[in-house]
């Protein structure tokens, strides 16, 4: 059974920085594509990016386009999120998620998630 624990969320001012951890234990990384989402509270869960089993194929929702990078260490199996330039509005829980049944942004697609960390962006 695949299990997956976040990590490395915090408090930021806007314009700054964080770098999330979704490692993966129970089952090699490698076997699954990985999504990051995010939820804030009264609002639904957003797909945020994704990134293929391989690595070779990503995505990112249009409000993080050019701000957050998705990438993975399969050896390590590890799966990160850079976010860079942060914003008040990228104030959310974030969790990762993982499925075989391929590539999407969209929350019912993933089988296994884990159990989130807390991003907080605020001046």
């Known amino acids: 059974q695949l299990q997956l624990v976040e990590s490395g969320g915090g408090s930021v001012q806007p314009g700054g920085s964080l770098r999330l951890s979704c490692v993966a234990s129970?089952?090699?990384?490698?076997?699954?594509?990985i999504g990051w989402f995010r939820q804030a509270p009264g609002k639904e869960r957003e797909g945020v990016s994704y990134?293929?089993?391989?690595?070779?194929?990503?995505d990112y929702a249009d409000s993080v386009k050019g701000r957050f990078t998705i990438s993975r260490d399969n050896a390590k199996n590890t799966v990160y999120l850079h976010m860079n330039n942060l914003k008040p509005e990228d104030t959310a829980g974030y969790y990762c998620?993982?499925?075989?049944?391929?590539?999407?942004?969209?929350?019912?697609?993933?089988?296994?998630w884990g159990q989130g960390t807390q991003v907080t962006v605020s001046s």
């Open positions: 998620a993982a499925t075989r049944n391929g590539r999407s942004l969209a929350a019912y697609w993933y089988e296994y």
């Open positions: 129970g089952s090699r990384l490698d076997y699954y594509h």
């Open positions: 990134i293929s089993s391989s690595g070779a194929f990503t």
